[in-house]
């Protein structure tokens, strides 16, 4: 037969073998796209709202400045200003503007959940000098500046400890204007401060929703102690054409600072220390999104499968009528195209309004664990987008490639006869694969993870290990189905209904096996997450109650993450220490260290008394006698690791390194290491008056307070909270408690993942038993006609549908305990360098079963019901 | 504290004087004689209220494009103490600059301001020349050569050595400059009225080496003008036969001129030949109206009086760009500062550089 031309042809095939089908069957080509959709959703949503919750972290004077060309910084601890004339000199002639920059939180009283101060709102306080600041009008666009040298902002109050400028947002929020006055706690005290100017929201580029306030350099500098030291310094170029000619030469001066004294970060972008700070849990979050793609991509390939199954007579007469095979599969794909593009368009839409409440969980986890995040809605992100639409069609496509094949490779007359296998994919009947997959899984285990530049460290074949053995299982359960109907093959004699149910599952269609495939894919992702959570609970419980042992810790309000910058000053700890209730307390002082290009923590203990040592949980204990403070014969101090810092700079004890510090470079010796759950960028752990000493700041980040016998932990701690009203003060209890809740945050987004891979798990169990259905249409007509009830073929339906659960559930339960084992000793291991202790979440578990077997048993009811009125010659 | 108002004062009004020897906020008043002693009094006075570094000059580069700057340095303290540099960021000095540069073949004029409080990028040495703001500054390297490095945004970069092609002269009573009636309004004048200028201008991207001539003043006072005086137009000249001369006019809220308005002569030799507004005038023959401020400046002049010889002059004076103003974005007060040339009998016979102040509506409000 001679062939029609592609171009003609075109339109023909998607009208007549897609377009038709889709009006015949508008339910199930609505269900397919909507399958496309809610992958291609659930992976953008997850990206916006993980970008928006780390964009809401920003170095606040960004606003204010315009984009800073880079960053100057103290390898650790805060840089002495004295220091900057010799940056300027640097620099020589180049038009920069350098801008010292001091931040700190203040938070705001009153707010929160609890009350205790722990969560009160915070609010990021900015050291600016902002006399210098107008300067910056010159440094803009001619046309921006005379604009907005406003008559009242330029009225400054130099110095002043109490006037502040803050934004429009902050005002409506406080309802305060220019004049009033509100109190904040700033350091560990409380402060009353005046809101000299509102700035508009175009004013210094200030963002409509930034809540910030700004306080001239000086006066913070008093308020908090700090006088003479800033964080950071901006360096700022002028506006215009020679700006990239200057970038360059500027770029030259910044490589030529010595690095022993200065840390440069030249990346343009505020916000890409706060990415880089939550690279591992973002990429953990893509790849969770991701599976739940794969899972939804499980289900198109069904779904398209089963359109295959069904239009077999079709192809065959087109097949028998001279259509080449590959004209056939063509159509196939151009189908899959179709439904790619429209499904993705569909998902983009989805998964903009799904970023919208996703960023909340996200933020909270952002916020609990890195950086204050202001986060409030996600914006539309191109990059994104187009990635999120590009994974949607390619997964269409290549989930039509597979059905296109098997339609394409049928003979006439076999398929014109209906004689198939009853769908399903080929891969499937490979048990062999299947243990392959298994043994590779096994291989790819104990690999370690791929260095991905100096920063990321990416646990691929973990990841592989995980997914040869989502395949291996998926595989291998398939072929579990005629064992389970021989051990349940004395139900057949209570009923027709049983044996039809079990003679189905005797001879698995290909379809039996796809479906079951998607239920263990969905169970044991599903699973394998709760085991990880649950073993990351344990661990951190069993942290909590080794190193949490003081009646009453004390930090200052607001949440105490890297992005807290208030502290205790020594006038207060010291205070406390002298109550003659307290036996002892111990300071911890922590500051952000630059080491290696990465940033981690050096953290300083100071105790006044007891074993400040019993409060580690080891991993690798120091030898007996040790103290925090000694130093090795040749002078190098002996300091203690959390697991994270020797995992992430391949340190471990005994080794010796260097540690840049204010006070010029330090040799250490690792003398222990210490399991850490609090912080995945790892710490160092000296002591603290040493500490203090080096890094010229004698402020805690918290104190534990150990009472005297006898002594009331109730009255200590109201009195302390009347006479120190700027600090949170915990019990031991309220502590545990306030940390787990922190734990429970930082794991919130997984849950809504795990639902979701349940749902769609679901759909393809119901998909899958439809299409059963409408295969065997003439055969339940035929034992209809026998005299089968109604009824009976109900229940042969819904129990063959309760049976594929069970199996699913099964296998997907196994499966997650390898899963889980990966996700525990490699995966998360790699990432953020903790070990957790392997545990089972039995309630959990139990639960998920149960709604598993409770939603698969439902919807083989509902489908059964429909089943029974099916009659043989509806087609669809 | 409110700066803007300090600064207006700064330039304009207040004198306030209770006695002789210090303003009423006790400032001390340039009153005796001076006694300088160099290069310590080339550098900062911070006892005093009010100080700066004028640089204005004209020079071309190597295909005979001309070009006009202005590089100033303003000190001014906020206490009577005169205490200097002691924190990074101190409370007790301000530091104010300008840098203008005309590009009269382009006739583009860019500028920019800058304030800064004493610290650690911005300064003042009390022991020689040796001001800076940013990445300004200028200082003297040798002898009384001097180094001055500026920029103006993005577009331009100087790299300057200026040496005195004549010595330094003292304006008024062997440096004693009286500004008006009240004893407080006077300054010790400083000035190099002659200085070779080479060096390198980076202009958009582009560096070209460049030679002329320059003017400095160096004034330190409490307070430089007397209550009912409203601005000054003020103008430096470099004769092509290598003399100099200067003056400036003090105008009241009237728009007359002040008696205590000068004009200075000064010699090839540097002889400095001072005369009154009796023996001079300047008359406004053409306005320039700046859209941006909306202040009209009297930018076309013409100079009357006798040389010291007694020979009668009639000069003209001719800017080289007509929009060459500052809008004092950061001072507050907008003042049109340009290259100009000097014409007599429709020749040209010299290089100046005049200043108006005063002109603009906002500076005459404040100046109440």
């Known amino acids: ?876 | 504290m409110k700066w803007m108002h300090i600064l207006s004062f700064c330039f304009a009004l207040c004198a306030c004087a209770e006695d002789i020897a210090r303003t009423k906020e006790g400032f001390p008043i340039p009153t005796a004689k001076p006694q300088f002693q160099f290069p310590r009094d080339h550098g900062s006075h911070p006892e005093y209220r009010i100080e700066w570094w004028y640089i204005t000059g004209q020079f071309r580069d190597e295909q005979q494009g001309r070009y006009g700057f202005q590089a100033t340095f303003f000190r001014y303290a906020l206490n009577p103490e005169g205490r200097s540099r002691k924190d990074a960021l101190g409370q007790d000095q301000l530091y104010m600059a300008h840098m203008a540069i005309t590009d009269v073949s382009s006739q583009r004029f860019l500028y920019e301001e800058r304030l800064n409080r004493d610290g650690w990028d911005a300064h003042a040495s009390a022991k020689d020349l040796d001001v800076r703001n940013g990445n300004w500054s200028l200082k003297r390297i040798e002898k009384e050569n001097m180094h001055l490095l500026a920029s103006v945004r993005d577009a331009v970069e100087m790299d300057f050595m200026l040496s005195p092609a004549k010595p330094k002269v003292l304006f008024g009573d062997a440096g004693l400059s009286r500004k008006g009636e009240a004893p407080s309004a006077a300054s010790w004048y400083i000035t190099f009225p002659r200085l070779q200028l080479s060096g390198t201008l980076r202009l958009d991207g582009e560096e070209r080496k460049v030679r002329g001539e320059a003017w400095m003043d160096h004034e330190i006072s409490s307070s430089q003008l007397d209550k009912h005086q409203v601005g000054w137009d003020w103008i430096s000249v470099r004769f092509k036969d290598q003399t100099e001369m200067m003056i400036y006019q003090l105008r009241d809220k009237e728009g007359k001129s002040d008696p205590y308005s000068t004009l200075a002569w000064i010699d090839r030799e540097g002889k400095v030949t001072h005369m009154g507004p009796d023996q001079f005038s300047w008359t406004g023959k053409g306005t320039w109206k700046s859209e941006k401020t909306g202040a009209e400046y009297p930018i076309d002049v013409e100079l009357t009086g006798s040389r010291p010889d007694g020979r009668p002059f009639r000069f003209k004076v001719r800017p080289l760009m007509r929009a060459q103003e500052l809008s004092g974005a950061l001072g507050g007060i907008a003042y049109w500062e340009g290259a100009c040339e000097i014409l007599e009998e429709n020749e040209v016979i010299g290089e100046a550089y005049m200043e108006l102040t005063g002109y603009s509506e906002s500076l005459g409000e404040s100046l109440q």
């Open chain 1, 1 to 876: 037969m001679k062939q029609p031309r592609a171009s003609s042809m075109a339109w023909l095939q998607f009208s007549r073998l897609s377009l038709r089908h889709a009006r015949k069957a508008p339910w199930s080509t609505l269900a397919l796209l909507s399958i496309v959709a809610l992958g291609v959703a659930v992976f953008f949503s997850i990206r916006l709202a993980n970008r928006a919750a780390v964009q809401g972290f920003q170095l606040f004077s960004t606003s204010l400045s315009g984009e800073a060309e880079a960053r100057i910084s103290a390898p650790g601890g805060s840089l002495p200003m004295d220091q900057l004339p010799e940056l300027r000199s640097h620099f020589g002639s180049l038009p920069v503007t350098l801008l010292p920059v001091l931040e700190a939180t203040a938070s705001l009283p009153g707010t929160g959940q609890d009350g205790d101060g722990f969560d009160a709102e915070q609010v990021a306080v900015i050291g600016l000098d902002l006399l210098a600041l107008r300067n910056l009008i010159y440094v803009r666009e001619q046309a921006q500046y005379e604009a907005e040298a406003s008559e009242e902002w330029a009225r400054v109050d130099f110095g002043s400890q109490t006037q502040i400028h803050l934004t429009k947002a902050l005002a409506d929020q406080l309802l305060v204007d220019t004049g009033d006055s509100f109190p904040v706690i700033l350091g560990d005290t409380l402060h009353r401060l005046q809101v000299q100017t509102v700035l508009h929201p175009t004013e210094f580029q200030v963002g409509a929703s930034e809540k910030l306030i700004l306080m001239d350099l000086p006066g913070l500098q008093s308020v908090l102690g700090l006088e003479d030291r800033v964080d950071r310094v901006e360096v700022i170029l002028p506006e215009g054409k020679q700006r990239a000619a200057l970038r360059k030469r500027l770029s030259a001066a910044l490589q030529s600072l010595p690095t022993d004294r200065w840390a440069v970060d030249s990346s343009g972008n505020a916000t890409s220390s706060a990415e880089s700070m939550t690279e591992a849990f973002r990429l953990n979050l893509t790849l969770l999104s991701v599976l739940s793609l794969v899972v939804g991509l499980y289900l198109i390939l069904q779904a398209l499968e089963a359109a295959v199954v069904r239009r077999r007579s079709e192809i065959g007469v087109l097949l028998a009528l001279g259509f080449e095979r590959s004209w056939i599969r063509r159509a196939w794909l151009v189908e899959s195209l179709v439904l790619g593009l429209l499904g993705s368009s569909l998902g983009l839409a989805l998964g903009w309004l799904l970023a919208q409440a996703a960023v909340q969980a996200v933020a909270q986890t952002v916020n609990a664990l890195y950086v204050s995040t202001t986060a409030e809605a996600a914006a539309w992100h191109s990059g994104d987008a187009a990635l999120a639409f590009a994974i949607g069609v390619c997964a269409a496509l290549l989930s039509g490639w597979l059905p296109a094949r098997d339609a394409s490779r049928s003979a006439p007359v076999q398929v014109m006869r209906q004689e198939t296998r009853g769908g399903g994919i080929q891969l499937l009947d490979q048990a062999r694969f299947g243990w392959l997959c298994l043994a590779l899984g096994a291989l790819f285990y104990p690999l370690p993870a791929l260095e991905l530049g100096e920063t990321l460290r990416f646990p691929v074949f973990g990841y592989l290990a995980a997914l040869c053995w989502m395949i291996a299982a998926a595989i291998l359960c398939g072929h579990l189905f005629a064992p389970m109907a021989r051990a349940l093959h004395s139900l057949s004699d209570r009923s027709p209904a049983w044996r039809l149910t079990l003679s189905q599952l005797r001879a698995p269609t290909g379809r039996h096996k796809l479906t079951v495939a998607g239920l263990v894919v969905a169970v044991g992702m599903a699973a394998s997450m709760d085991i990880l959570i649950h073993s990351f609970e344990g661990s951190v419980t069993k942290w909590i109650q080794h190193s949490l042992r003081a009646d009453l810790f004390i930090a200052v309000q607001g949440i105490e993450n890297a992005s807290n910058r208030n502290r205790i000053s020594e006038e207060t700890w010291r205070h406390m220490a002298a109550d003659p209730q307290v036996s002892h307390l111990v300071v911890g002082h922590i500051h952000e260290q630059a080491f290696q290009q990465q940033s981690t923590f050096v953290v300083g203990l100071r105790g006044t008394g007891g074993d400040v040592m019993a409060n580690f949980l080891w991993m690798n204990e120091p030898p007996s006698g040790f103290s925090l403070g000694d130093r090795t014969a040749d002078g190098a101090i002996q300091v203690l690791i959390s697991e994270s810092f020797g995992n992430r700079f391949q340190l471990q004890v005994g080794d010796e390194f260097n540690l840049p510090s204010p006070s010029g470079v330090l040799p250490l010796h690792i003398v222990g290491r210490f399991a850490d759950y609090g912080n995945e960028r790892g710490s160092v752990v000296m002591d603290g008056e040493e500490l203090s000493r080096l890094w010229k700041d004698s402020r805690g980040l918290n104190v534990a307070v150990t009472l005297k016998e006898g002594a009331d932990l109730g009255l200590v701690r109201g009195r302390w909270m009347q006479e120190y009203p700027g600090l949170a003060i915990r019990s031991n209890r309220m502590l545990r408690e306030e940390v787990l809740r922190i734990f429970r945050e930082t794991f919130s987004v997984t849950h809504a993942l795990k639902a979701i891979g349940i749902l769609v798990a679901v759909a393809g169990l119901a998909l899958a038993l439809f299409s059963l259905l409408i295969d065997r249409r003439q055969q339940l007509q035929t034992l209809r006609e026998l005299g089968f009830t109604r009824k009976g073929i109900r229940h042969a339906v819904s129990s063959e549908g309760l049976l594929i659960t069970m199996l699913g559930l099964l296998g997907g339960l196994l499966l997650s305990l390898g899963m889980g084992s990966i996700l525990i000793f490699v995966i998360n291991r790699q990432s953020f360098g903790w070990t957790l202790s392997y545990r089972l979440p039995w309630w959990s578990m139990a639960l998920l079963a149960g709604g598993v077997l409770l939603a698969g048993w439902v919807t083989s009811i509902g489908v059964a019901q429909w089943g029974q009125r099916l009659k043989g010659e509806i087609s669809e």
